[in-house]
DNA sequence: AGATTATAGTTAGCCGACTAACTACTTGTC
DNA sequence: GACAAGTAGTTAGTCGGCTAACTATAATCT
C-alpha cells in the first residue's frame, strides 16, 4: 500500500496548490498521513509475525478457524472472511497444511467441499503468537488514552463509511 | 496490507480473551480498525488511480519529479523517496518511459547514473489526475471538522511514533 | 597510480496477491 | 430424471513487490 516514504510537507503542497487550486492543503496531509500510519503498522505487524513464521494471510486463516466452534471451515467460507480470492487461500491453505498447521478433510455430504480444521499444533502456534501480539498491541494503543481510543476509532469509521466518494 | 473483512465482534473478542487474558479488547478493536481503514482507503485511491492506468507506484515517480525544480531525478533517488527498492524502480521508469510520462537521459558527470526526467506527456498526465485527486480528498476529508483533521493526524503520529514497541 | 571499497542501475528468480479458465459436484427446472 | 445453471476448489498465467547477485563506474586509501 502506500509506499512514498517522502510526505510533502507544505512548502511542496504550496507549490502544487498553485498548479492545482483544487488542493485542501490540511486534507491531503491528513489523508497521507492515515495512509502512511496505516502501512507502517502494517509492516511492523508482518515483521511480527514473521518471527513465527508466519504472514498475515496464513495468521488470519488460523484465527477464523479458532473462532468456529468445531476449529473447522471451508476454504471459501475463509476466503471470504479473510478477504481474499479463493484461489488465494487455495495457497495458504497448501502452506498451512504442509506445515502440519491445519488439514483437509473431504466432506461427505458435499463433495465439492473440504472441511478445513485446526490442528493441536495450530492451536500450539496461536498459543505461542496470540499473547505476545496482545501484549505488542496494547502496547502500542496505550499511547492513546482509552477516550482517545474512541475518538481515533469513531473518525475512522466516519471516513470509512465515507470512502465511495472516491469512487 | 489489512484484508481481514470479518473483524471480530466483541463476543469473539471475548471468548479469544478467556483463553488469552492479555487482550486489550478495545485496544485491539482500535488497532484493527486502523489497519483496515487504511487499507480500504488505499485500495480507494488504487481504484482511482486505473481509471487513469495508473498504480500507485508510478503515480508517486510522476508526483516526485514534479516537485523537482528541473522535473529530474535519478533512479536511487526515486526510490528511497517512493520507499521501493532500486530493483522496483527500475521497473516503475522502464514502464513510464514505455508510456512515454519520462524519460532516461545520460548522467556526463556521473556515467553510472540517469537522469529522470518528467516529459510533457508527463506533467499533462498528472494535470488530467490531479486536479480530479484533490476534489476527491477534499470530499473525503470534508467528513471530519479541520479541528477533527488535526487531532486525527496527532493520535496517529503518536501512534507512529510508538510503533517500535511492535518490534 | 593501482588496488580496494562503495555506489548506481539492471537482471534473475522468488513470493503472495490477482483473474480466468477448468474439473467436479450439486441444485433447480422442465 | 435429464439437463442447465450454479458453486467449490484448483491450476495456469500475470503483476508488482522483494532480495541477491552482477556490471559498470566512481571514490578512497596506501
Given at each position: 500500500?502506500?509506499?512514498?516514504?517522502?510526505?510533502?510537507?507544505?512548502?511542496?503542497?504550496?507549490?502544487?496548490?498553485?498548479?492545482?487550486?483544487e488542493?485542501?492543503?490540511?486534507?491531503?496531509?491528513?489523508?497521507?498521513?492515515?495512509?502512511?500510519?496505516?502501512?507502517?503498522?502494517?509492516?511492523v505487524?508482518?515483521?511480527?509475525?514473521?518471527?513465527?513464521?508466519?504472514?498475515?494471510?496464513?495468521?488470519?486463516?488460523?484465527?477464523?478457524?479458532?473462532r468456529?466452534?468445531?476449529?473447522?471451515?471451508?476454504?471459501?467460507?475463509?476466503?471470504?472472511?479473510?478477504?481474499?480470492?479463493?484461489?488465494?487461500?487455495?495457497?495458504?491453505?497448501?502452506?498451512?497444511?504442509?506445515?502440519?498447521?491445519?488439514?483437509?478433510?473431504?466432506?461427505?455430504?458435499?463433495?465439492?467441499?473440504?472441511?478445513?480444521?485446526?490442528?493441536?499444533?495450530?492451536?500450539?502456534?496461536?498459543?505461542?503468537?496470540?499473547?505476545?501480539?496482545?501484549?505488542?498491541?496494547?502496547?502500542?494503543?496505550?499511547?492513546?488514552?482509552?477516550?482517545?481510543?474512541?475518538?481515533?476509532?469513531?473518525?475512522?469509521?466516519?471516513?470509512?463509511?465515507?470512502?465511495?466518494?472516491?469512487?
Amino acid at each position: 500500500m502506500l509506499k512514498l516514504k517522502d510526505l510533502p510537507d507544505s512548502k511542496i503542497l504550496t507549490k502544487f496548490a498553485e498548479r492545482y487550486p483544487e488542493a485542501n492543503i490540511d486534507g491531503v496531509m491528513h489523508f497521507l498521513t492515515l495512509l502512511r500510519v496505516g502501512s507502517d503498522l502494517s509492516d511492523v505487524l508482518d515483521n511480527f509475525l514473521g518471527q513465527y513464521g508466519l504472514l498475515q494471510g496464513r495468521w488470519w486463516v488460523l484465527i477464523l478457524l479458532m473462532r468456529e466452534q468445531d476449529l473447522t471451515s471451508t476454504p471459501s467460507s475463509l476466503a471470504e472472511k479473510a478477504g481474499v480470492s479463493r484461489a488465494t487461500m487455495t495457497g495458504l491453505i497448501d502452506g498451512l497444511d504442509k506445515e502440519g498447521l491445519v488439514i483437509r478433510v473431504t466432506n461427505v455430504e458435499d463433495r465439492r467441499k473440504f472441511h478445513i480444521k485446526l490442528t493441536a499444533l495450530g492451536q500450539s502456534k496461536l498459543d505461542e503468537v496470540m499473547p505476545e501480539y496482545y501484549r505488542r498491541v496494547d502496547r502500542l494503543m496505550s499511547i492513546l488514552s482509552p477516550e482517545e481510543g474512541d475518538v481515533l476509532t469513531s473518525m475512522l469509521i466516519k471516513l470509512q463509511n465515507n470512502r465511495d466518494v472516491f469512487k
